[in-house]
């Protein structure tokens, strides 16, 4: 497996923090673009910046966009993720600090510096990609791939409009850009993620096997852990670490489907939908590898090592 050179754009979240983690055990990472998503702005730089702490590595860190392109969101994911969205366990101040520059003029900047090299893996909402994508548009051209955490390709998804995923539902008119934008991307689904839950007792041994990774990771998902066990969410269920896990080791996906994804911007029960073209009747040319499954034992392995478990 070759190491792949990553820019993530994030709203770190306890997912998003596993993610993080896998990135780099498994990429080099050249940055984190962060945005409002899981909670509001401060709290989603602070953690990312937590994170680079923990892992004592000197990624930047870009603070973003502090709210959707258009409409202000109809909910944030604090009552999964914690008030601070890392389970509210009161860590210290982190000393690394963020950048100055932002997120979005980020994105063009290293995109320039490294044209053809970087994989932008996306684990929030679209904002800040399509706050960069409006301002320069031939960004797409300079990116080796884009591998998006986001959508329910078949309507079961996890906010208040039922067909809608959390983080194209907080801000469709930014999925809306980066999805007319980029010409293929790789969609891994709120659909897949619960595909690709794992037993509870295997959680449980990475966290008792893990080295501090492992401990700051069962520290913060006490909240989420909690929100699933009571909503039925079966087994340990990271959405971010499945699309990092497609972006790491694309040789991971042993299924999936090529098709056209819009988002539907006006719906009144089904804003921020992921319409897929299943049967590629509306003409529109296919812009989403949409991952169906991924090899099960891989992606543990891949989040085992994340955590610092022994072979
Ligand atoms: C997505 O929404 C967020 O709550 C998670 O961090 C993940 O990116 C799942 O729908
Ligand atoms: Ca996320």
Redesign the pocket.
């Known amino acids: 497996m070759t190491r792949p050179l990553l820019l993530i754009d994030?709203?770190?979240?306890?997912?998003?923090a596993l993610a993080i983690l896998m990135a780099h055990a498994h990429a080099d990472v050249a940055a984190l673009t962060v945005a409002a998503?899981?909670v509001g702005l401060e709290h989603t730089v602070r953690n990312a910046r937590k994170l680079v702490e923990l892992l004592n590595v000197a990624t930047p860190v870009h603070p973003g966009c502090p709210s959707p392109l258009v409409r202000a969101p109809e909910e944030d994911?604090a009552f999964?993720?914690g008030t601070d969205g890392f389970g509210d366990v009161g860590y210290p101040e982190p000393r690394p600090q963020a950048s100055a520059e932002h997120a979005a003029l980020a994105l063009i900047r290293m995109t320039h510096e490294k044209p053809g090299e970087l994989t932008l893996v996306a684990?929030?909402p679209l904002t800040n990609l399509a706050l960069a994508v409006r301002l320069d548009p031939s960004l797409p051209s300079r990116v080796k791939r884009l591998v998006i955490?986001?959508g329910a390709v078949t309507g079961h998804?996890?906010?208040g409009k039922i067909p809608a995923?959390?983080?194209i539902g907080?801000d469709p008119e930014a999925a809306h850009v980066v999805f007319e934008a980029f010409p293929m991307f790789d969609l891994v689904d709120?659909e897949a993620?619960v595909r690709h839950a794992f037993p509870d007792e295997v959680y449980e041994s990475w966290s008792a096997h893990g080295d501090e990774r492992a401990t700051f990771f069962h520290a913060i998902f006490g909240t989420a852990r909690l929100f699933n066990a009571e909503h039925e969410r079966a087994g340990f269920i990271a959405?971010?670490a499945l699309?990092m896990a497609v972006a790491v080791d694309p040789s991971i996906v042993t299924r999936a489907e090529t098709r056209h994804v819009a988002i539907e911007l006006d719906g009144r029960l089904t804003r921020g939908a992921t319409v897929v073209d299943w049967h590629g009747r509306l003409g529109g040319k296919p812009n989403a590898r949409i991952v169906l499954d991924v090899d099960q034992a891989r992606f543990g392995e891949l989040i085992a090592q994340a955590l610092g478990v022994p072979a």
């Open positions: 994030t709203d770190p979240g306890v997912d998003d998503g899981n994911a999964v993720h684990l929030g955490m986001g998804g996890n906010t995923e959390f983080n907080f709120w993620t959405a971010d699309a």
